[in-house]
């Protein structure tokens, strides 16, 4: 029962996200104005962001893309893009930490639940680094704006999916009940 209610809300943030993804997309360039008046956000642009954008660049290379990495950003087979600290994932690891306390609910060993977290956590890392490399390879396939389109609207729907999987995989596999 605990584990259908988990299904349930991830379920239900799907159907919302889908109905206000437009308009989140819409503000999301004011959003992250507002946010980078503050300077809030330079130490993980400072910081992360290259060590990210480097890591993309291990994974496009061998896929014959002549990726440069820069501080701010890339240039892959002669097209430059900015990478900004919004880019990166947090929307991903926001929605995966909300899951968390509906999914860890019940009478599940501390170990299991460790294990849960830490996958879940490189699980969500890993899906963000997926989807930059997919937006780096839909930028140098196609048009830059279909590149904007996946990195904007996809990037929402496949985190979702993810935590679908992610879940079936921790009931399924990972988190064990606690002797009673």
């Not at 300077?39 to 061998?62: D, H, S």
């Not at 947090?90 to 294990?115: D, R």
């Not at 996809?154 to 079936?168: D, E, K, M, Q, Y």
């Amino acid at each position: 029962m605990k584990q259908k209610r988990v299904f349930q809300i991830t379920l239900a943030a799907l159907a919302i996200l889908l109905m206000i993804l437009p308009f989140v997309v819409s503000i999301n360039d004011l959003l992250t104005q507002a946010v980078e008046k503050f300077g809030w956000y330079m130490w993980i642009q400072n910081k992360i962001v290259p060590w990210e954008v480097r890591l993309i660049g291990v994974t496009v290379q061998p896929l014959g893309i002549d990726f440069i990495a820069h501080p701010d950003g890339f240039t892959a087979n002669g097209t430059y893009a900015k990478i900004s600290w919004n880019c990166i994932g947090w929307q991903s690891l926001l929605l995966f930490l909300v899951t968390l306390p509906f999914g860890l609910a019940g009478g599940y060993t501390l170990f299991s639940k460790t294990e849960t977290v830490l996958i879940g956590l490189l699980g969500t890392f890993l899906l963000n680094l997926l989807r930059m490399t997919l937006t780096v390879i839909v930028l140098v396939v196609s048009r830059p704006l279909f590149a904007i389109v996946f990195h904007d609207y996809l990037a929402a729907i496949v985190t979702i999916i993810w935590l679908f999987a992610f879940w079936w995989f921790s009931y399924a596999f990972v988190l064990e009940e606690k002797a009673r």
